[in-house]
């Protein structure tokens, strides 16, 4: 059991410190307390390179985090023999500097600097917010203290076992005579046993020359003995098929594709309420529009499932965690925080900026954006544009040279991501009916939207999120299943059309609806997206979503197939769908999907039609490894529409171009 554990700094501000009993509690307070003996009597008397420390009956161990200038401490009963706190430190310091980076590099700045600008944004009253900042911090590292405790009792326990006897397997009988078992062990009943086995050997090969079958089986029961004769197994009983054809009410009742009525499930609240999720709803506005909810990072904030991964993380690289999991020693504490600082201070003194200055700062840059999933050529062209930048510039000092350089990076992205068009569809929806004169046509054209991409990325179930958005804006929608290949496409969007119409009809104000327009399999898909558009615009639907089938980026007949769709139908948007896991795979797909949709769909009046826009899915599996926003932006020039992050329908978000520039920039 641990007396004590606090982590400070060099210059002696304590960031936390617990005491886990009264005794410890009280003393820590005091002059004598063994953290201060340590300082004094170890630290500041450069006793520092010494394995442990011990004072009043207190064992005292720590380690530094020399990068950040912090000490961690923990302070324990000497005599309890305490095998795992080296490896608790070293967790603790990795796992801490991990979750708390970002506050930390600015309290490390704000002491080196002393700007009162860095030191006004964490503070509160003009003193520093430990506890804020720090907050969750005894939850983690109770989790983290736990592991090893659990891991020391588990070994304690395997040592206290005593060895388990080896048991002796008998030697089966064998017919050579040169193995025959020794007297000293068989007692009679097993020479009973033995003599059996050899007698049913022998009658079992004299049947065998005399053709007639005998039961298999080493022993063959004596008459008037206590063995029972083994039953024979009972034969399977053969399956009974139907004589004749099932009739309809057979069939009735095997069908469950159609609504079965007031009885289907779908009529449940309980499914109803499963396929949104009010978390993640988004608001209206003061116009009554219904937006979907901006992306939250949750950078600079203490996520569980992100503690507990670097609590698994930490506890493995220890000794302990490697007996469960074998696996490289490496120091992340260093890494976490050297991604940028480390590099800037080879650089020193106020020169100007050279090439050779900045080589070793891009070198590390690029790979700190290849971690975070960014495209090695788009990071490569990022990294040179920031190098252009700063090459010449006179910059004096740490901070300002890391000032300089992480701003340049940030304005580098932020110009990438930046969209140089509109992304406000609700407003473009609008428009379009706002264009409708009856002097030219008697029934309004649709806004019309197609979504493409490669296979499994999650076109059709993000189609149907942005059908739920329109709905809740009071838009009817016509779905166009014009993905006449995959098996159960169509039956995929009819389940999300029924699914649509019953929220549509408890969220919404009931001006909207959807349907669902299909001709089932193997049919042009351009054919159907025609007949669809006319069909929204005799039936006066507001926007048409046309689903398409997924298909590989180097499959040339089925590009010109869907460059046929778009060039007969010209929608108004042509939305790419990917996935967040791609890194290079993203500048190839989106790189040939442009270029063939727009080579393949040009006419002889209209030049082709490229990418308009991306929805990037399962966003919520990446964490801050957000690259493939920052690589298809770069490919395209095209703005992220939407990002998927669940499996409801309202899990649909607003991605800022001022988040995805503080996750790639996180360390």
Not at 105 to 127: M, R, W, Y
């Amino acid at each position: 059991m641990l007396d004590h554990c606090s982590i400070s700094h060099k210059g002696g501000l304590v960031l936390w410190a617990r005491s886990f009993t009264p005794a410890a509690s009280k003393l820590s307070t005091t002059a004598a307390s063994p953290v201060n003996s340590l300082v004094r009597e170890a630290l500041i008397e450069g006793r520092a390179a010494e394995d442990k420390y011990e004072k009043d009956g207190y064992s005292i161990k720590w380690t530094f985090a020399n990068e950040m200038g912090l000490i961690f401490v923990i302070a324990y009963q000497r005599i309890l023999h305490l095998t795992y706190v080296e490896d608790l430190l070293q967790a603790m310091k990795e796992v801490f500097i991990k979750l708390f980076t970002p506050f930390l590099l600015a309290f490390v700045q704000s002491l080196t600097t002393k700007t009162a600008e860095a030191s006004k944004a964490l503070t509160i009253g003009g003193a520093w917010d430990f506890a804020a900042a720090f907050a969750g911090w005894n939850g983690v590292f109770d989790k983290l203290l736990k592991r090893f405790e659990d891991k020391a009792a588990d070994e304690r326990k395997s040592r206290s076992k005593p060895a388990a006897r080896a048991i002796q397997t008998p030697t089966p009988p064998s017919d050579e005579g040169d193995n025959v078992p020794s007297q000293a062990h068989v007692d009679p009943s097993d020479a009973e046993a033995i003599a059996r086995n050899v007698q049913a050997l022998k009658g079992r090969l004299k049947g065998k020359k005399k053709g007639i079958r005998v039961a298999s089986g080493y022993s063959t029961p004596a008459s008037g003995t206590d063995t029972d004769t083994p039953k024979r197994k009972g034969a399977k009983a053969m399956r009974k098929w139907g004589e004749s054809n099932p009739t309809a009410d057979d069939m009735s009742q095997l069908d469950f594709s159609e609504d079965k009525g007031p009885d289907n499930k779908s009529l449940d609240p309980a499914f109803l309420k499963a396929l949104v999720d009010e978390h993640s709803r988004g608001a209206r506005t003061k116009d009554g529009l219904y937006e979907i909810k901006d992306l939250d990072m949750n950078l600079g904030t203490l996520d569980t499932a992100a503690a507990d991964n670097a609590i698994d993380d930490a506890f493995n690289r220890t000794a302990a965690g490697k007996a469960a999991l074998a696996g490289p020693s490496t120091s992340t504490a260093a890494s976490t925080f050297s991604a940028f600082t480390g590099l800037f201070s080879r650089i020193t003194g106020s020169k100007p900026l050279s090439k050779e200055d900045l080589a070793p700062i891009l070198a590390g840059m690029k790979d700190h954006l290849m971690k975070k999933n960014v495209a090695v050529d788009i990071a490569n062209k990022i990294c040179e544009g920031v190098g252009e930048s700063l090459v010449g510039k006179r910059v004096g000092g740490f901070g300002g040279i890391k000032t300089h350089v992480r701003g340049a990076l940030s304005d580098a992205i932020t110009r990438v991501l930046t969209p140089n068009t509109s992304t406000d569809l609700l407003l473009a929806v609008r428009n379009k009916r706002a264009e409708f004169n009856p002097a030219i046509s008697d029934k309004r054209t649709p806004y019309t939207m197609t979504f493409v991409g490669v296979n499994g990325v999650g076109k059709s179930t993000n189609l149907s999120k942005v059908c739920f958005w329109l709905l809740q804006n009071d838009f009817r929608v016509l779905i166009a299943a014009c993905d006449t290949f995959r098996s159960g496409a169509v039956e995929q969007l009819r389940v999300h059309v029924r699914n649509l119409s019953l929220l549509a009809e408890q969220t919404s104000t009931g001006k909207g609806g959807v349907e669902l327009y299909e001709r089932g399999y193997g049919k042009d898909a351009a054919g159907i997206a025609k007949e669809a558009i006319s069909y929204a615009k005799e039936n006066e639907f507001d926007v048409v979503l046309i689903d398409t089938a997924g298909r590989m980026q180097d499959n040339e007949p089925l590009m010109k197939a869907l460059a046929k769709l778009v060039a007969v139908n010209n929608p108004d948007k042509i939305i790419f769908v990917g996935e967040a896991l791609v890194g290079n795979e993203a500048t190839d797909q989106l790189t040939k999907f442009d270029r063939s949709l727009k080579e393949f769909s040009s006419t002889a009046g209209r030049p082709g039609r490229g990418i308009d826009g991306m929805l990037v899915t399962k966003w919520d599996t990446v964490d801050d490894k957000v690259g493939a926003a920052l690589s298809m932006t770069y490919v395209t020039g095209k703005p992220i529409l939407f990002v998927g992050c669940g499996q409801t329908y309202t899990d649909l978000r607003q991605l800022r171009v001022a988040h995805v520039v503080q996750a790639l920039l996180s360390d």
